[in-house]
């Protein structure tokens, strides 16, 4: 194959002739190989294509536990302890499943704090954003519904929590409670349709990724500065110095993560979630994985009623909205300056936000007690002040340091 | 409609402008009915769907759970299942029943009469099921926390439930539920 000009000429007969037909070869030369990338991005542009590697360990290790995983209340949790025990390396398989969630969630995390942190939320890459926050809460619902299939007793009563949650709905709330159960409480019918979108949901996330890739090559990638290509010396083309880049970085990764799986296998788990689902008794501490902490301190953080609206609804709403709000985050901040390096007030908050997220996860994993309420109401009071407060009225009086004039003029004054 | 992109709208056709106008308005017809239509076939294909993922016959058709209450003694309480929840059946000491009556009136947050919550004021029969997030509550055992209105206290998320087992702080918005029951004897109770 040789590359003359942009379109790529086919040598192999064979795939020039599929490729005539279906410019497979020509996309896929196109998003990994040509790709445009701006050349100053930084080790913290590794942990998009990181997650999509995730997402690929995740569907192939879940694809071979789904053949041993029976999806009944009285067996499923045997079942597990038979992949556990019996099945050939269904210990490797399971645990690289199990903390690959936990990988996922920092790989991800660190993506949205990237994000926010670049302004690769700003226009041109609204959608590419939204479609990204999209994915984050079909990534927690999957992680959830997967949680609950172990059948333990976090499982069920993380699953009880959870689907409470929507009774909160007025006037239909205890209808829609009983079509989530397929019935009075959670029990099998639950745990079958769970097993069910357990497994459609990551072909969405899939789906959805090829959508935010799509849209990622067609306004191109955000890098430290925040300004935009303006010419092709601001590129480089992805391969070879990013495969070789994100290479190394799956190297690193894969060290931490099979550190876990290897060394401390359940060190993001709960113990009692290897006592079998009982449903009279509840556990004394009831705490989610530790990815939807923050979002659990927030839903309990609402312990007071607003007029008439009960304060479960509105903790429920909180919820939800902590999330949604993301997606409004590229009207609300009103800078034109992307990158937080040339933005010194928007920085500091950008980091205070980063700390309030750490309070949240703190809050969320202790109990309702104490000064942990009222420190569970700051933090979330500032969340929604630090997106729906903070961000304009800095985007408004900051005064942004100097931009520098192109990617390529940055780059070569450091050099 | 790209049969009609000859004509400009409001031109006159080949046949008049009225002929034209009218074809418009019938074609503009056909399109909203087919549409609806397409809709509402949509709609009635994807019910059955939706619909099957509500509880079904057989877990629809649960026995009501009878219980025999001469073994409780005063001041115990035991736990029965019922459509897969717990059912708590406490038997009240005469101050619990005292407490709960004399509480009637005080500032509670969803207000009920105990005299409206148990049948014989004894025997204190509801669904031991936080109506906050589903947990169950404790103080169905005799060292387990009875919360600060000496009834039951969820340890998810604090909610504390007095002798008659209504909700008086904590983020539960109701009470405990009673279930539908009936005494078939004085010392038996039909729950369901």
Redesign the interface.
């Known amino acids: 194959m040789t590359t003359t000009g942009t379109a790529p000429v086919w040598k192999n007969p064979v795939v020039r002739w599929i490729d005539e037909r279906l410019p497979l070869f020509t996309l896929m030369h196109e998003s990994a190989v040509a790709y445009p990338a701006p050349r100053n991005l930084n080790y913290w542009w590794n942990y998009g294509s990181l997650a999509l590697f995730v997402l690929v360990i995740m569907i192939a290790t879940g694809v071979v536990l789904a053949m041993h995983y029976t999806p009944h209340t009285s067996m499923a949790f045997d079942s597990i302890e038979r992949i556990m025990r019996d099945v050939n390396y269904g210990w490797l398989i399971r645990y690289v499943h199990m903390n690959g969630a936990s990988a996922f969630f920092i790989v991800v995390y660190i993506h949205l704090f990237r994000g926010l942190y670049y302004g690769s939320y700003k226009a041109p890459r609204e959608l590419l954003w939204i479609i990204g926050v999209v994915i984050i809460l079909i990534m927690m619902a999957t992680a959830f519904m997967g949680y609950v299939l172990v059948w333990g007793q976090m499982s069920f ?1 993380g699953a ?2 959870i ?3 929507f009774s909160a709905i007025p006037l239909v709330g205890d209808n829609i409670v ?8 959670v ?1 099998n ?1 639950t745990l079958n ?1 769970f097993f069910s979108l357990h497994y459609l949901l990551p072909m969405v996330i899939l789906g959805l990724v090829v959508l935010h890739l799509w849209a990622l090559h067609t306004v191109k990638s955000n890098n430290p500065i925040g300004v935009d290509i303006k010419s092709p010396g601001d590129t480089i083309p992805f391969h070879p110095y990013y495969t070789i880049k994100d290479f190394f970085g799956v190297g690193v990764f894969m060290i931490g993560y099979m550190g876990f799986v290897f060394f401390a296998p359940n060190f993001f788990g709960e113990p009692d979630n290897y006592i079998v689902a009982n ?4 556990p ?3 705490v989610p994985e530790w990815y939807l902490l923050p979002f659990y301190a927030i839903l ?1 953080a ?2 007071f009623d607003i007029w008439f609206i ?3 609804l509105i ?1 429920v709403v909180t919820m939800f909205a902590s999330i949604l709000i993301l997606m409004l985050l590229p009207w609300l901040d009103l800078s034109k300056v992307r990158s937080a390096r040339f933005r010194p007030v928007h920085r500091q908050f950008f980091w205070v936000l980063v700390i309030d997220c750490f309070v949240l996860g703190y809050v969320g994993a202790n ?3 104490g000064y942990f309420i009222p420190l569970g109401q700051a933090a979330t009071a500032y969340y929604f002040l630090h997106f729906l407060v903070v961000i304009p009225l800095v985007s408004l009086f900051e005064r942004p340091k100097a931009v520098p004039d192109s990617i390529s003029a940055a780059v070569l004054k450091k050099a | 409609m790209s049969s009609t992109a000859t004509t400009a709208p409001g031109a006159p056709g080949p046949h008049g402008a009225s002929e034209a106008d009218d074809a418009k308005s019938r074609r503009d017809f056909l399109i909203v009915a087919t549409g609806a239509v397409g809709a509402v076939g949509t709609g009635l294909a994807v019910w059955p769907l ?1 619909d099957s ?4 016959a057989d ?1 629809l058709a ?1 026995a009501s759970t009878e219980v025999d209450l001469t073994p409780i003694q005063v001041g115990q309480a035991i ?1 029965v ?1 019922w ?4 059912v708590f059946i406490r038997h009240r000491r005469d101050e619990e029943i005292r407490k709960a009556r004399e509480e009637d009136a005080d500032g509670l947050i969803h207000p009920e009469k105990d005299s409206a919550r148990a049948k014989k004021p004894e025997w204190l029969i509801m669904v031991g099921v936080c109506t ?5 509550p404790l103080g169905q055992k005799a060292g387990e926390p009875k919360g600060e209105f000496g009834g039951w206290f969820c ?4 909610s504390h439930y007095d002798t008659s087992g209504r909700i008086r702080k ?4 109701k009470n405990l539920e009673i279930p539908p029951y009936a005494f078939v004897t004085d010392t038996t109770v039909k729950i369901g």
């Not at chain 1, 449903?279 to 509840?282: F, I, K, S």
């Not at chain 2, 993922?53 to 079904?56: L, Q, W």
């Not at chain 2, 906050?132 to 169950?136: E, P």
Request: net charge positive.
């Open positions: 009563w009880t929590v689907t409470n949650l009983a079509w989530l159960w397929g019935g009075f409480s029990d019918p349709r449903p009279l008794v509840t004394p501490h009831i309990r609402i312990t009960p304060a479960k903790g109990p309702p007690e | 939706i993922m509500n509880p079904a877990v649960l736990t299942t459509r897969g929840k717990p906050h997030l589903g947990c169950i340890p998810c998320h604090g904590g983020p539960a918005p």
